[in-house]
């Protein structure tokens, strides 16, 4: 039975964006991947993200059948909610299951720039540190799917996508509209709430009350992991933090680098059966 590896994704970006990394890592792990996080309503968007981090957990235990490792792994808002999922599960049925948590640039505000955040959320200065005001300026409709291409190629961050990522994007990030048009599949005042509710000291407390090990994998050119910092996620996740070339959206920029840097990472904090395996047939040979 391999290792059940539950992705989540970032604010904005339907799971099946992420397809190319993500089926390269169903070659090693059973895959399960929320598809619109935000969008049921039995889990609303409020302050903090509760309902979400309910969300995540109810699809971890729904998921976890006879896995015998589980791993969260979350990109930004994916990120922080595997965090807080992890710490949620902690005394579940399966919590002696739980190895480990990858957050993908989601990097822990804490500090001064936390209190920025909640100071924003009533003067508009949470602008600073998350694209909020943007969110709800984004676009939502095109006449079809190659309008959508030219829009998005159009602009620097996308433009240095991988090219199947950006198809993934075309096909999955937009859907059909009653017409037959084109309209964003993430529906963007979900979005704009995800950001106005993001939970800052709740993160970044959770430091010494884990009981499951965090690594890190951050974009050398990461806009947002250089507005929060570093200082808070590093006391988090000690040695285990790793960079890849790229933004915030490295996920997208280097999909299967990024797959390779999550296995590599998940065999920092735990060893893989086989590798277990390999280990044990080499001591033991070492021994005869």
């Given amino acids: 039975m391999p290792d059940l590896l539950l992705f989540s994704h970032a ?16 070659a090693r792990y059973r895959v399960v991947r929320p598809e619109r996080i935000g969008h049921d309503p039995r889990y609303p968007v409020t302050l903090n993200w509760p309902h979400l981090v309910d969300e995540l957990a109810a699809r971890v235990e729904a998921a976890a059948g006879n896995a015998r490792r589980i791993w969260l792994v979350g990109h930004s808002l994916g990120g922080y ?3 807080l999922a992890a710490h949620r599960l902690a005394d579940s049925a399966i919590a002696s299951r739980l190895a480990g948590v990858i957050m993908l640039d989601s990097p822990l505000i804490a500090g001064w720039r936390a209190h920025l955040v909640l100071i924003g959320r009533r003067t508009g200065l949470d602008n600073l540190v998350m694209p909020t005001r943007a969110t709800l300026q984004r676009r939502k409709h095109w006449p079809d799917r190659a309008a959508v291409r030219a829009h998005f190629l159009a602009k620097p961050a996308f433009a240095r996508w991988d090219a199947r990522v950006l198809n993934d994007y075309v096909e999955h990030g937009t859907r059909a509209d009653d017409a037959g048009a084109r ?10 709430r995800i950001y106005r509710s993001l939970p800052t000291t709740t993160l970044s407390g959770l430091s010494s009350k884990l009981r499951v090990p965090v690594g890190f994998l951050a974009g050398t050119h990461s806009r947002e992991l250089r507005n929060a910092g570093t200082a808070a996620t590093r006391r988090l996740v000690g040695e285990r933090w790793a960079w890849i070339e790229g933004g915030h959206l490295f996920p997208m920029e280097r ?11 998940i065999d920092t904090i735990a060893p893989s059966e086989h590798r277990e395996v390999a280990e044990a047939s080499l001591a033991k040979a070492a021994r005869a």
Avoid: Q
């Fill in 11 to 26: 604010n904005g970006f339907p799971a099946p964006v992420y397809s190319v990394m993500l089926d390269a890592l169903a």
């Fill in 81 to 83: 909610l595997s965090l």
């Fill in 183 to 192: 309209e964003l599949a993430f529906e963007r005042e979900i979005e704009y």
């Fill in 255 to 265: 999909p299967m680098e990024t797959a390779r840097a999550i296995e590599a990472m």
